[in-house]
Nanobody
Framework: EIQLVESGGGLAQAGGSLRLSCAAS????????IGWFRQAPGKEREWVSC????????SYAESVEGRFTISSDKAKNTVYLQMDNLKVEDTAVYYC????????????????WGKGTQVTVSS
């Protein structure tokens, strides 16, 4: 059974940093792409960043480019999202998700989801 468990959310001030973790299990690491998505109250879930474990390629939404960094640690089966220079508009529940066949930035391609972790950024 594939499981994804997010951690590291919390409260931060604008301009501050948080690091999210996504601990994954139940699949062959190199066969999957892992994405981070977020959903703010009253808004649709949106893609934030993703990494393809087979080649390490990464991509970012324009809204977080230059502020967020995604990375993976195969030995720990964990994907990280380092979030720097946080803004109030980054406030959302952050989810990690996995796909073994699709494009890791496309929400409908993600087959497996974690339960999410809350990130709140205050001004």
């Amino acid at each position: 059974e594939i499981q994804l468990v997010e951690s590291g959310g919390g409260l931060a001030q604008a301009g501050g940093s948080l690091r999210l973790s996504c601990a994954a299990s139940g699949f062959t690491w190199d066969d999957y792409g892992i994405g981070w998505f977020r959903q703010a109250p009253g808004k649709e879930r949106e893609w934030v960043s993703c990494i393809n474990n087979n080649d390490g390629s990464t991509s970012y939404a324009e809204s977080v480019e230059g502020r967020f960094t995604i990375s993976s640690d195969k030995a720990k089966n964990t994907v990280y999202l380092q979030m720097d220079n946080l803004k109030v508009e980054d406030t959302a529940v952050y989810y990690c998700a996995a796909t073994g066949w699709g494009v890791c930035r496309i929400l409908s391609h993600m087959d497996h989801w974690g339960k999410g972790t809350q990130v709140t950024v205050s001004s």
